[in-house]
């Protein structure tokens, strides 16, 4: 089966990054986050590909004109489109289906995922037929990752109310009346606020010698500036 996996990323210099957590970090700290995320996340896609050739990563971007910046050109980017997240999902999400079997919608908010959990993930969506739909849950009431053989309509992902602690109900609700089963995998942390810096940073550190080179580094940033972050 072709599989896409589209992250959704946003452009610093062009659109504001990690707004909740700048609150209290500032916009420095939340922008130097979010380029160490990217750059795990990356990573990590960049792995799972090695692993499996049928699966193509994408950068599904916040803005038009970032499609054609060299910092994107790692794997092919597409443009979200304009309106709420909602919106932007579905676009992304049924226009990779017209060419992959199987398309799931990530953030950048996840930098811990490691290549073996999301081939797990991929390969339990291309052997069991019955499964058109997998989500990853986050800690927080939303998710971390959508899979999809087949596209939802558009309302499903516009009648959801996000960054709420109950996104996810609301997300399942609306496909269950399209589809039999959405089918919940591995639990994860996003990184939206200050407390989950440090729950990211135990994460890794619990990792130790499995993390990638680019999440190394991310962990060595965490060590040296949650103190501070803190208090």
Same mark, same amino acid.
């Given at each position: 089966m072709k599989i896409a996996i =589209? /992250?959704? =990323?946003? /452009? !610093?210099? $062009?659109? #504001?990054? #990690?707004? &909740? $957590? =700048? @609150? /209290?970090?500032? +916009?420095?700290? =939340?922008?130097?986050?979010? &380029? $160490?995320? %990217? *750059?795990? %996340? &990356?990573?990590?896609l960049? #792995?799972?590909?090695?692993q499996n050739p049928n699966i193509v990563p994408h950068w599904a971007l916040a803005e038009e004109e970032a499609v054609e910046l060299e910092q994107w050109k790692s794997f092919p980017s597409l443009w979200t489109g304009e309106g709420g997240l909602g919106t932007r999902l579905s676009n992304i999400s049924s226009t990779l289906l017209n060419d992959?079997? !199987?398309?799931?919608l990530m953030g950048t908010d996840s930098p811990q995922i490691s290549p073996k959990r999301l081939l797990q993930i991929t390969q339990m969506m291309e052997v069991n037929p019955e499964i058109e739909q997998t989500v990853g849950p986050a800690s +927080?009431?939303?998710?971390?990752?959508?899979?999809? @053989?087949?596209?939802?309509? #558009?309302?499903?992902?516009?009648?959801?109310?996000?960054? %709420? +602690? /109950?996104? *996810?109900?609301e997300l399942i609700a609306q496909a269950l009346k399209h589809v039999n089963l959405v089918y919940k995998t591995y639990r994860m942390r996003d990184v939206d606020e200050l407390d989950d810096l440090k729950m990211l940073q135990d994460t890794l550190e619990h990792r130790g010698a499995t993390l990638l080179p680019a999440q190394v580094k991310l962990l060595e940033w965490l060590q040296a500036n949650n103190p501070t972050f803190q208090g």
């Open positions: =589209a /992250t959704f =990323a946003k /452009t !610093i210099g $062009l659109s #504001k990054v #990690k707004t &909740r $957590l =700048a @609150k /209290t970090i500032g +916009d420095e700290h =939340a922008e130097a986050f979010y &380029r $160490l995320s %990217v *750059l795990a %996340v &990356r990573e990590v960049q #792995k799972t590909q090695e992959y079997d !199987i398309v799931f +927080d009431g939303g998710f971390w990752l959508w899979g999809s @053989k087949k596209p939802l309509p #558009k309302s499903v992902w516009e009648n959801v109310t996000y960054s %709420v +602690d /109950t996104t *996810l109900e």
